[in-house]
C-alpha cells in the first residue's frame, strides 16, 4: 500500500493549494480517508476525515470553511482544497487511510493503518 501526497509549496497568505494524495494498492473508495497536519514543534492533529461510505466529510473547526476534501474515485486520488491560508497552516500535511475506523475515531490519527510520506505548506505572512 503506498498513498502518495503531493502539491505542497509555498504561497502567500490569503492564497490557496490544492494537495492531492494518490493510493496505490488499496482502493480509496473503500476506505476511510484523512488529512492531518503536523506544524514545527507540535503534535499531529487532525485536518478533515471522509468516511467511505458518508458523503459528509468532518472539518476540524480551524479549516471549517476554508478546506474542502474530495475524491476521484476513478484516479484513486484524494484532494484538498485550502483556500484563505494563514500562517498558522504552516505545516506537513499528511494523507491517511484506514478501511475500519469508527465515527469516533476519525480525529485519532494513530487509528489509521496508512500513511503517506507528507507534504509541507509553507504560508508567509
Known amino acids: 500500500v503506498q498513498l502518495q501526497a503531493s502539491g505542497g509549496g509555498l504561497v502567500q497568505a490569503g492564497g490557496s493549494l490544492r494537495l492531492s494524495c494518490a493510493a496505490s494498492?488499496?482502493?480509496?473508495?473503500?476506505?476511510?480517508i484523512g488529512w492531518f497536519r503536523q506544524a514545527p514543534g507540535k503534535e499531529r492533529e487532525f485536518v478533515v476525515g471522509?468516511?467511505?461510505?458518508?458523503?459528509?466529510?468532518i472539518y476540524a473547526d480551524s479549516v471549517k470553511g476554508r478546506f474542502t476534501i474530495s475524491r476521484d474515485n476513478a484516479k484513486n486520488t484524494v484532494y484538498l482544497q485550502m483556500n484563505s491560508l494563514t500562517p498558522e497552516d504552516t505545516a506537513v500535511y499528511y494523507c491517511?487511510?484506514?478501511?475500519?475506523?469508527?465515527?469516533?475515531?476519525?480525529?485519532?490519527?494513530?487509528?489509521?493503518?496508512?500513511w503517506g510520506q507528507g507534504t509541507l505548506v509553507t504560508v508567509s505572512s
Open positions: 491517511a487511510a484506514d478501511s475500519s475506523l469508527i465515527l469516533s475515531s476519525m480525529r485519532t490519527w494513530s487509528e489509521y493503518d496508512h
Open positions: 494498492g488499496i482502493t480509496f473508495s473503500s476506505y476511510h
Open positions: 471522509y468516511r467511505r461510505h458518508n458523503s459528509n466529510p
